[in-house]
């Protein structure tokens, strides 16, 4: 029987950036868009709607990584890993009580969005929040999980950037913004490139077991030159929005944290060294997330 610290491992708590940086960034992006065209902010609104579509992200990244280690674990392609710590694969756990896990977190983050859709009366986002748990559970699970076929990244970027960011200012400004569709851009870019941490460290393994991810797909070297281009291109991203308020060259001070990473994965580094570098891009995402945030709000 898995111990809570093995559950807490499984959860795969250095992911979890890639579910409150977009909620972040929306957050600002709706705060922005409020000031300058209502001229005032509805905090009683707004902190209420963040916090649910909070919950919402956290849920879902909890979901999918349970997923995944369901789908993996069952499948044999986490039995050789260099990665963190895996619930199913390990034996740690079983693999119906791990699916369980997964349905309960995709179950309360659905719950979580049904009441974010309620309050701000959009009824038409239940069609996607339906397509995010959806997503969630197919990029390992079925029988032709997306996740095998190279299109993880995609997914990531549309769910965990273009989704969840637009999704965040939306609920709370009932309006689409050109702010948020750049911060939704950048943040995805940076969601891809933990994944293609992950990725580019499995690609021995995911090569053996049948997993063609995008990694397995662009080979070392194009991988590694798509991560540094992940990592970089959020900040070029955000120069209009400093144009207009200047107060977002703070997340320039996020710039440092890419400077390890990219050098690493530069650097060739394989399997087991590639490890720090999935924490390093989780908290360069989070840190930029809340950068913005406060550039935006100021």
């Known amino acids: 029987m898995a111990s809570l610290s093995q559950w807490v491992q499984g959860a795969r708590p250095r992911t979890l950036p890639a579910a409150l940086a977009p909620v972040?960034?929306?957050t600002g992006a709706a705060i922005w868009q409020l000031g300058t065209q209502d001229g005032s902010v509805d905090w009683p609104l707004v902190i209420p709607r963040a916090l649910l579509a909070l919950a919402v992200a956290l849920s879902l990244q909890i979901g999918v990584n349970y997923a995944n280690d369901y789908s993996d674990g069952i499948r044999g392609t986490d039995d050789d890993r260099v990665g963190p710590f895996r619930l199913t694969g390990s034996r740690a756990a079983s693999p119906g009580t791990?699916?369980?896990a997964a349905i309960g977190a995709l179950a309360a983050g659905a719950l979580f969005g049904v009441v974010l859709i309620v309050l701000a009366q959009i009824w038409w986002a239940l069609l996607i929040g339906a397509a995010a748990v959806a997503a969630a559970w197919f990029?390992?699970?079925?029988k032709?999980?997306?996740?095998y076929l190279g299109l993880g990244e995609l997914f990531v970027f549309i769910f965990f950037g273009l989704v969840a960011v637009n999704g965040t200012a939306y609920a709370i400004t009932l309006?689409?913004?050109w702010v948020a569709l750049?911060?939704?851009i950048a943040i995805g870019l940076l969601a891809v490139a933990i994944?293609?941490?992950n990725n580019l460290r499995d690609i021995p393994t995911d090569t053996l077991a049948g997993k063609r991810t995008l990694a397995v797909r662009l080979g070392d070297r194009g991988t590694r030159a798509l991560f540094a281009a992940t990592l970089l291109m959020p900040f070029v991203l955000m120069v209009p929005v400093m144009v207009v308020q200047w107060p977002v060259v703070l997340v320039l001070l996020a710039l440092p944290l890419a400077?390890?990473?990219v050098r690493i994965v530069l650097g060739g580094a394989l399997g087991r060294e590639l490890i720090p570098v999935l924490g390093a891009t989780g908290r360069l995402e989070l840190v930029y997330s809340l950068l913005l945030l406060i550039g935006l709000c100021v």
Do not use: D, E, H, N
């Open 24 to 26: 972040a960034a929306g």
């Open 98 to 100: 791990v699916k369980t």
């Open 139 to 142: 990029y390992t699970g079925g």
């Open 144 to 147: 032709k999980p997306y996740g």
């Open 175 to 177: 309006r689409f913004g």
């Open 182 to 184: 750049l911060a939704s």
């Open 195 to 197: 994944m293609l941490t």
């Open 259 to 261: 400077i390890s990473p």
